[in-house]
Each structure stands twice: as structure tokens, then as C-alpha cells.
């Protein structure tokens, strides 16, 4: 695990701090933690697929007229 060391922390803001963990039942280095990673990870995982569905319902949906174009494929020329 990684650690960190935070320079320059006011008394109130350590005061407040263990008084927070204290409320909560856990250590001071526990809160913290806990308050970090509360503060940077999302609450839930993002999904691509579901983020472009909800774009897509929001802006009318797409609906796109596409056929397979049935001519055969070129091979390729290597010399």
C-alpha cells in the first residue's frame, strides 16, 4: 500500500478530524482514509455502454438507414 504524509494541517482541522473518527469508532489515519477514498473513487463504476444509451435517449435516438454493401471485397495487391 501506497502512504502519504500531509504537511501544514491546521489543529482545527486535526481537531476535527479525530473527532470524526471518533464519532465513527475508528482511528484518525482509519478516517481519513475513509475520507479519501469517499472523495476520489466514484460511487459507482461508470459504464460506457449504458452512458452512451442515456446520451442517445436524450438527444431523440438515432435511427440510421444503413444496408450491406453486397459487392465482393478487393483482395489486396502485394506486389
Known amino acids: 500500500m501506497s502512504a502519504i504524509v500531509i ?8 481537531r476535527a478530524l479525530k473527532a470524526r473518527a471518533a464519532r465513527h469508532g475508528r482511528s484518525t489515519e482509519a478516517e481519513a482514509r475513509m475520507i479519501l477514498d469517499e472523495a476520489v473513487r466514484p460511487r459507482e463504476r461508470v459504464r460506457l455502454g449504458s452512458t452512451l444509451a442515456a ?3 436524450s438527444v431523440g435516438g438515432l435511427d440510421l438507414d444503413i444496408s450491406r454493401d453486397p459487392t465482393p471485397a478487393e483482395p489486396i495487391d502485394l506486389e
Not at 504537511?7 to 486535526?14: C, I
Open 7 to 14: 504537511r501544514n494541517l491546521s489543529l482545527e482541522t486535526h
Open 55 to 57: 446520451f442517445g435517449k
